[in-house]
């Protein structure tokens, strides 16, 4: 840890130590994007692959969507200052666990659940965390499954463990959370409390709308998955 130095070195702004200081701040950064980049791909491509073999095996696919981001180094930056980490490769990498982040979309609840297990079980995959919101939702009605995985990234140097934050929901539950952030952003987490009440009731209509819709499914199905959903 001693070649990062966590404060910026003496002599004033312009100095040499400070050019040099800025320059081996933006190396680590630009290779923790790269680093999670990696990783985020690496996931996806699991992702893909299950999606695929499941589609192959039971004509079904039980993966709406998947999306994906790695956080800008100014928002990680944010969050070095706001917990008061170290602004350095390791300490961020050990402090900062939402970095690089997939959320998948399913279609259906149990669907969540299968593909959270077809991930989590692959022998490259280490479970940090895994945090069931959808048998016990937020206080705000939020549903989602989180987990917290590190997979190894094979670089020329050798492979790098890194963390990915995986979030997997239904269309229902992923309705609710985007239309949720946005509200809590519009009001810059304030929320007016009868807005919270109405968002945790619409949070319960959209978990009867789930339940409704897997009968549904498991009725035209008549519970066998063997046909294109
Ligand atoms: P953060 O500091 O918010 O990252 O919380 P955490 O690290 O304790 O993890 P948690 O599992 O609570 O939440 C992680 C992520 O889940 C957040 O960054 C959001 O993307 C999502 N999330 C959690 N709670 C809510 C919520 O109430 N509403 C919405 N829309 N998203 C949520
Ligand atoms: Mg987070």
Redesign the pocket.
Known sequence: MADHPTQRPGGGPGTSEDVAFARRMRKDFQRIEMEYEFAVDEVLTKVSILRREFLHLHRYNPIEHVGSRVKSTGSILRKVARLNIAPTPEAIRAGI??IA?V?ITCSFIADTYQVLEALISQDDVRVLQV?D?IAAP?P???K?L?ALIEIPVFLSTGPVPVTV?V?IRTIAMDF???L??KI?YKYEGQVPPGLVASLTEAAHLAEQLDHRMEELHTEVRGGERTEDA
């Open positions: 666990q939402d982040g959320r945090k919101y937020k705000n009605g939020y989602s989180h934050e979030q609710w959370a985007s949720e952030h809590y």
